[in-house]
């Protein structure tokens, strides 16, 4: 985490389900993730990467940089479809930005206090604040295209509808959430683990939760602990891949609640992307200032 915070760190993240339509290749039963991904290619020189995800209206990637430590030097970058360049920066002047999801022509990110819209068609920006929020993480949106936002502090969940922002849940069975990902109509969550002291560096591991949107009830997916997570998506077998920013580590998880790790990291990973029909699996690391590309 960064600014107020010692570490430069947490992210969140998270490309939305209904940009990769990740739901339709959920599984009741796949098998736990086997084979270790094997590095293709690096960025450097994208300091503070947190989030990264694909827009394939437009064929190119968009990734949110927290950069260094001072409020207002955070920005949305545009990396070329290969994933290989940054090709130009879009917005400017946010202060932590961290989980990414594009809905039709509008960008949602996590920024600190403020959930940031930006308008890909004109540039123009929108901050929609919630009240009481602390540290804003990912970002996910539903069937009806409603974005909601992490608050990793507060173990809250905002909702953004026709332009306006409110408190969507508040938990402490959350266990200060991070990571969501929408798979058909229940919320998942990459919770970081509980803490109240506003010291996420000495909390306890998370788990993997589900969250019915209806009734709001809240499901151990792993009910033990094994992390402190951060980013959440769905691999081509129907299986959560979930990254660890502060065990430095990538899991896959079977919706059964297996746990398999998968990768070691340095610490710092965030807000992952799987791209199912490459078969690649994006990582930012922001400590590092680089975005690796992995594939099976």
């Given at each position: 985490m960064?600014k107020?915070f010692?570490?430069k760190l947490?992210?969140?993240?998270?490309a939305?389900s209904?940009?990769f339509?990740f739901?339709?290749?959920?599984?009741?039963?796949p098998?736990?993730?086997t084979?270790?991904?094997?590095?293709?290619n690096t960025?450097?020189?994208v300091a503070?990467?947190e989030?990264?995800?694909f827009?394939?209206?437009?064929?190119?990637y968009?990734?949110?940089?927290?950069?260094?430590d001072k409020?207002?030097?955070g920005?949305?970058?545009?990396?070329?479809?290969?994933?290989t360049?940054v090709?130009?920066t879009i917005a400017?002047?946010l202060?932590d930005p961290k989980?990414?999801t594009?809905?039709?022509?509008q960008?949602?990110?996590?920024?600190?206090?403020?959930?940031?819209q930006?308008d890909?068609?004109?540039?123009?920006?929108?901050?929609h604040s919630?009240e009481?929020?602390?540290f804003?993480?990912?970002?996910?949106a539903?069937s009806?295209?409603?974005?909601?936002?992490?608050d990793?502090?507060?173990s809250?969940i905002?909702?953004l509808?026709n332009g306006?922002?409110s408190s969507?849940m508040q938990?402490p069975e959350?266990e200060n959430p991070?990571?969501?990902?929408?798979?058909k109509?229940?919320?998942y969550?990459?919770?970081?683990?509980?803490?109240q002291d506003?010291k996420p560096?000495?909390?306890p591991h998370?788990?993997l939760?589900?969250v019915?949107?209806?009734t709001k009830?809240?499901t151990?997916?792993?009910?033990?602990?094994?992390?402190?997570?951060?980013?959440?998506?769905?691999?081509d077998?129907?299986n959560f891949?979930?990254s660890?920013?502060?065990?430095s580590?990538?899991f896959s998880?079977?919706?059964k609640?297996?746990?398999?790790?998968i990768?070691?990291?340095?610490?710092?990973a965030?807000?992952?992307l799987y791209?199912?029909k490459?078969?690649s699996?994006?990582i930012?690391m922001?400590?590092d200032g680089?975005?690796?590309?992995?594939?099976?």
């Open positions: 960064k107020n010692t570490f947490l992210n969140a993240t998270l939305t209904l940009l339509g739901s339709n290749s959920y599984a009741k039963n098998a736990p993730h084979g270790a991904p094997i590095l293709q960025i450097s020189n503070g990467i989030s990264v995800v827009d394939a209206k437009r064929n190119r968009f990734a949110s940089l927290q950069a260094g409020v207002g030097d920005s949305i970058v545009v990396i070329s479809a290969d994933g360049t090709e130009k400017t002047g202060d989980g990414i594009i809905v039709k022509d960008l949602y990110v996590g920024d600190l206090t403020k959930l940031v930006i890909l068609n004109t540039g123009a920006i929108t901050k919630p009481n929020a602390q804003l993480n990912d970002t996910v539903d009806q295209g409603r974005v909601y936002v992490s990793m502090f507060t809250a905002y909702r509808e306006k922002v969507w938990s959350l991070n990571g969501l990902l929408f798979v109509n229940d919320l969550v990459a919770a970081w683990g509980a803490f506003g560096i000495n909390a998370g788990r939760l589900k019915n949107p209806k009830s809240i151990q997916v792993t009910p033990e602990t094994f992390g402190n997570l951060d980013g959440l998506q769905l691999d077998k129907g891949l979930v660890d920013w502060k065990q580590a990538v998880v079977t919706p609640g297996v746990v398999t790790k990768l070691d990291l340095p610490r710092g965030g807000d992952i791209q199912p490459q078969k699996l994006l930012p922001a400590r680089q975005l690796h590309r992995y594939t099976w």
